[in-house]
């Protein structure tokens, strides 16, 4: 049976999201061992089996008192159960199923621990993970594949300091109000903020930067319907969910996403509409060269009928299983066996290059030293 682990909280504004994207995880990974890796706010990794329960994190410092420090060993594809600072017991991962959100776990940190660490992941790699989780960087790759997105404006909290006036003026000259203002790299909708008068500019950006030192201004499309679609790769065949439509008042936040109990309407829409978000998913998942579950949220402007590409989500909530058909183990089982099939072709590249570098080296060393004697 194969080991799984299942990484989840971490240092982020999202993390009880991610606890809960983990519980959901958990409980329908049918046929591994699973292994609950728990990332707490100060960086630390932990196991035990008492992560498996969500009830354990609300009083963590209470019930959380059995788990267990972990650490990877680089380069074996082992974890290391610690105790008392101390390797008590090695452990082989034969995949991670990725379930944090935001920081540290969607930005290509993790990813880039578990490449060192050579264990096969389900999610986006090192480079789109960091491209996908900065909205501004994300448009860059969108415009040079000539997918639309909705004008914007970015600036860092430097730039801001330095020049504020200067950027105050570009947005109203080249956004406008009312526009939406967004942390560069956070999710579910934490930070956002419509603005629809010039006087509350500078407060609504100065709260985007309390979540994050680089903001995003966009230009609001009045009445834009909004949909989501998830995509994932097996092998060279896409997969699509069914697109579903965002209810919303302005902006969809984080208390419509997650804290609100009213169901979702299910909208018929038109088949046309459906195949055009489904086309321009595939064709953002490539040209972002994403990898397992990813999320695409949608704007659609109804009155000129233009499609853009909103945001990406290369580790949704729940991994967007509610969009798909399919049982979530079914999904859960096929991405974690794409995820290891992709790491058996990387693993099997040639990463030696036998070259008379070093040796040129040293005998002009060793040369120099005898000149100078």
Partial sequence: MKNVAVIFGGKSVEHDISIITAMQTMK????????????????????????????????FNKNGKNVQEVTFKLGSGQICVLKNNKIKQYLK??????????NGGEDGSLQGLLELAQIPYTSCKVASSALCIDKALTKVILKNN??????????????????KLEILNKIID???????????KLGSSVGISICEDVKNLEKNIEQAFLYDNKVIIEKF???????????????????????????????????????????QESKILSQALINKIQKLAQKTYYALECDGIVRIDF???????????????????SLAFNLFSYPFCDLLNAVIDEAIESFAK????????NSRALQSYIDMEDHMKYKMS
Wanted: proline fraction near 5%.
């Fill in 221 to 263: 499309i009045a009445n834009a319907r909004e949909f989501c679609c998830a995509v994932f790769k097996i092998g060279n065949k896409i997969m699509l969910s069914q697109p579903q439509e965002v209810n919303k008042s302005k902006i969809y936040t984080f208390s419509d996403k997650y804290l609100s109990i009213k169901a």
């Fill in 28 to 59: 329908n990974l049918k046929k591994y061992n699973v292994l609950p890796i728990y990332i707490l706010p100060n960086g630390k990794f932990m196991t035990g089996k008492n992560l498996k329960d969500a009830k354990t994190f609300l009083n």
């Fill in 346 to 353: 990387k693993r099997d590249l040639i990463y030696t290059f």
């Fill in 146 to 163: 000539n997918i639309k997105s909705p004008a914007y404006v970015h600036f860092n909290i430097s730039e801001y300091t330095a020049k």
């Fill in 174 to 184: 080249k956004i406008g109000v009312p526009c939406i203002i967004k942390p560069a």
């Fill in 93 to 102: 991962v034969d995949c991670a199923v990725l379930c944090n959100h935001g």
């Fill in 299 to 317: 704007l659609y402007d109804e009155n000129q009928r233009l499609l853009f590409v909103n945001e990406v989500n290369t580790i949704p909530g």
